[in-house]
């Protein structure tokens, strides 16, 4: 007897984790992870039911969850921001040892969020999917319409550009000591 083929809800709700992630990627942390899922599942699902079946769709769902996130960002950027109360109401509440420690904790997570947002668009994308995604070049490359070549060579020039920022970031953190 054949397994049934998931549904997209199921799909979707296993690999939430992993979308919030590359949502929060693109965005930072003031992002509205639950509605900008919550949009993202409302493309995918439209598409399934006018029978889009992608071959891979966890690709086909991240790149769907990386282009609404892409696209709140562009309206984030046309509209003046006004800061809130709670800028990190997204990221779940974890118990530090020191203060001085999540301070540390913090401010690494800022310059890694603010690392990936200079990747270029193609590099963030590419990054993103293989990183909160988890997903192998191929599906990437299929997904993306690009050879998987191409894929690589993103992926190393995303990760060569976080090493050179964050390493200089780090180095300077040290230095201040």
Do not use: Y
Not at 38 to 57: E, I, M, V, Y
């Amino acid at each position: 007897m054949a397994d049934a083929e998931p549904s997209l809800s199921d799909l979707f709700q296993a690999h939430r984790k992993g979308l919030a992630g590359a949502v929060r990627s693109v965005l930072g942390g003031s992002a509205d992870v639950t509605e900008l899922l919550q949009d993202a599942f409302l493309k995918c699902w439209r598409s399934w039911q006018n029978g889009t079946r992608p071959r891979d769709p966890v690709a086909w769902m991240f790149v769907v969850a990386w282009n609404v996130a892409r696209d709140a960002r562009r309206a984030q950027q046309r509209r003046p921001r006004h800061e809130t109360l709670h800028e990190d109401s997204n990221v779940a509440p974890t118990l530090p040892p020191s203060p001085s420690h999540a301070l540390e904790q913090r401010e690494a997570l800022a310059r890694a969020q603010a690392a990936i947002h200079r990747l270029s668009d193609p590099e963030q994308q590419v990054f993103l999917l293989r990183t909160a995604g988890e997903l192998p070049f191929d599906a990437i490359a299929e997904q993306l319409a690009i050879p998987v070549g191409t894929a690589k060579t993103r992926m190393r020039s995303a990760l060569q550009k976080l090493r050179q920022t964050l390493g200089a970031a780090q180095a300077t953190t040290r230095s201040l000591r």
